[in-house]
C-alpha cells in the first residue's frame, strides 16, 4: 500500500524534535498487511531516519519481515505503557499520512514508512523508518522518576517474557541475565511506588512485576519461595 500524500516540510520537523543519535521510547503501531501491532518501542534518530530493534523471542519480532508504515507518539501517561504490555491495547486514533492508526498522546507523533529492514545478529531485525509527517503536540514529557521506572520494569518484563519462552529450547538458560532482570523489575517497581502516590500506577506496576517474576520462574532461574516473597 501507498502512504497518503503528506507535505516534505513536517517530515523535516524531525530535525529540531528528535536530536541526531538520541534514544527515546515512544508508543508504536506497527502496520504489515492484515494485522497492525501495538507496542512500546525504542528508537534511535539517525540522521533524517529512524532506527528501531526488534528483538528475538517477541510477539513482535515476526511483525518485523512484514511491517510497512508506523506511528509513533509519546503519551504522558505511564500506564500507557502498561496497557500496550500487559493489554496489547491502547487508545487509537487516525493518522494524517499513513494507513495505520495513531495512539492517542498528548507528547509529539511521528508518522513513517519502513524504507529498509535488515537482520542483524542475534536475530535482531532492524528497521530503518523515513519520517513522512511530525508533529510537536505539547512537546516531550519532563522527565519523571516513575515514567523512568515504569519503562526500566516493562522492559525487563518483555525480555523474561522471551528467557522463559526459549527454556524449551535451552539446555541451560543464562540465569546470571535473567536473574539481573529480576533484580531490575525488583529495584523499578519499589521505585515506582516511591515516587508516585497513584493507586492506578501501582496496581499496574505490580502486575507487570508479578508476571515478570513468574517468568523468571518458568525460565528456571528463580525459586518459588523468591517468587512468592513478592
Request: with cysteine; proline share 8%; glycine share 6%.
Amino acid at each position: 500500500m501507498v502512504p497518503r500524500a503528506a507535505s516534505n516540510s513536517s517530515a523535516n520537523n524531525m530535525d529540531s524534535l528528535i536530536p541526531h543519535d538520541r534514544y527515546v521510547e515512544l508508543l508504536a503501531v506497527l502496520q504489515a498487511p492484515g494485522e497492525a501491532m501495538v507496542t512500546p518501542l525504542g528508537i534511535r534518530r539517525e540522521g533524517g531516519r529512524l532506527v528501531a530493534r526488534l528483538y528475538p523471542g517477541t510477539r513482535l519480532q515476526p511483525l518485523g519481515y512484514s511491517v510497512y508504515e508506523a506511528c509513533l507518539a509519546q503519551p504522558y501517561d505511564p500506564l500507557s505503557y502498561y496497557s500496550a504490555v500487559l493489554e496489547h491495547s491502547v487508545e487509537l486514533e487516525p493518522a494524517r499520512a499513513v494507513h495505520a492508526p495513531c495512539p492517542r498522546a498528548e507528547g509529539p507523533r511521528v508518522e513513517a514508512i519502513v524504507s529498509s529492514r535488515e537482520r542483524a545478529p542475534g536475530g535482531f531485525i532492524v528497521l530503518w523508518l523515513d519520517p513522512i509527517h511530525v508533529e510537536e503536540g505539547g512537546g516531550w514529557a519532563l522527565y519523571s522518576r516513575s515514567l523512568g521506572c515504569s519503562i526500566e520494569l516493562l522492559i525487563a518484563l518483555t525480555r523474561l517474557r522471551f528467557w522463559a519462552r526459549a527454556r524449551s529450547l535451552t539446555p541451560e538458560p543464562p540465569c546470571r541475565t535473567v536473574r539481573r532482570l529480576a533484580y531490575t523489575v525488583l529495584e523499578s517497581f519499589d521505585c515506582i511506588l516511591h515516587s508516585t502516590w497513584s493507586p492506578e500506577l501501582h496496581r499496574a506496576a505490580a502486575r507487570a512485576a508479578r508476571e515478570a517474576l513468574d517468568n523468571a520462574y518458568m525460565a528456571g532461574c528463580l525459586a518459588p519461595s523468591e517468587v512468592e516473597a513478592f
